[in-house]
């Protein structure tokens, strides 16, 4: 059939594009012929053969090399096949729905996304395309008989290639590079079979939902804007289980070290908590810190108490092991009632049907006795014995010694380590 005036006969006029330029590779490329139907045929034909197209549309698929290069990020293949005898037509087919489907022969193109993907044979396809063609061929003989002929006359062409008379050849034009056309030679290579590999262009990418990559922008961020940069990951709330956020934020405590402090904030119940973390190594020798409690002033110092710190206050004969209440980045004050919540507050022997009147009246003088050292009414002292060397307790004297205050180093036991676990950490010759 001329491509002058017929297309399904005489159903449209068509244009045969071709052009020579040079790609991105350095070699002569040919555009590939592409067919379009008139618009006054869109609804008959849009799900079988052609893509609608004005008079001045330009090609898409442009075959590139025969060789995939080794740089091409974004590449299609357009797979061809030459069918010379009945056997061919039983070769095995992988169409996806982004691939164009053409028989240059007819002048025959089935554009993307008309079909659904289908795993068939070459016989499939054309049988499928024909089913499609007289699918309406009723009602185009009651509207319009002359087109209805055209059609007629198209779809027996399309029969005729099943029996392979003259040879002709099948083209799938994938920008996805998911099609495939069975090689029944392999591994030998197939005479009859040509792969074309190529990089699609933008309106290919924009047609798959494909966004180019945007260069990676290279940021040199200072040392300075890292520690004021507020980290935000997702997670959950302990309480509610409910989506959260949590942020994470390095801090340097003036003459200690740096820690991470992690806070969440949950929106569906309110909880929120606070976790600080050692950012730096466990230290060589562990810390005792000693504060006596005279002054008002003294609820304020800044308190770092880590996960590996031991709380006890002698006067109340009250020791808290390691673990409990996790890190904390707070003041002497806030660790007292975090101390009292915990104990008392959150104590399910305090209150409710589970009240015990000796356990209440026992926890009742603790708390009694604990508001009095927050109200600085009762001298009492604080140690944090820290195995690890991480907590810390603000000197408000810095950088002369605090008379109220006393720090020390000390050689950790066998049982301090367990409790690490740095017995079990080899951390030279461990290849050995």
Known sequence: MSGGSHIFGVMARLRRLQQVRQNEFGKSTNYCTEYRVGIHLQREVEAQVLELVDETGVLNAIAIDEHQPDDCVAVNQMVQN????????????????????????????????????????????????????????????????????????????????KEVETPFTLIIDDPSGNSFIENPCTPQKDEALTVTYYKRDAKQDSMLGIQECAPEEKTENTIAELRNEVLKFP??????????????????IPHFKEVIIMATNCEACGHRTNEVKSGGATEALGTKITLRITDPSDLTRDLLKSETCYISIPELE????????????TTLEGLLTDIKELIVAKNPFYGGDSNVPEKYAQLKEFADKLNEIILIKKEAHLILDDPAGNSYLQNLYAPDPDPEMKIEKYERTFEHNEALGLNDMKTENYQQ
Not at 137 to 144: L, Y
Not at 235 to 252: G, I
């Open 235 to 252: 997670t959950n709330c302990p309480e509610c289980n409910a989506p959260a956020e949590t942020n994470m934020k390095l801090v340097q």
């Open 318 to 329: 009250f020791e808290l092991g390691m673990g409990i209440l996790g890190g904390k980045f």
């Open 82 to 161: 030459r069918v010379h005898n009945r056997q061919d037509l039983n070769r095995e087919v992988v169409k996806a729905d982004s691939a164009t489907t053409r028989i240059p022969e007819l002048d025959f193109e089935i554009p993307p996304f008309t079909q659904k993907g289908a795993l068939s044979t070459i016989e499939g396809i054309i049988d499928r395309a024909i089913g499609g063609l007289e699918q309406e061929q009723p009602i185009r003989k009651a509207t319009n008989p002359e087109v209805a002929s055209k059609v007629e006359e198209f779809i027996e062409k399309l029969k005729k290639l």
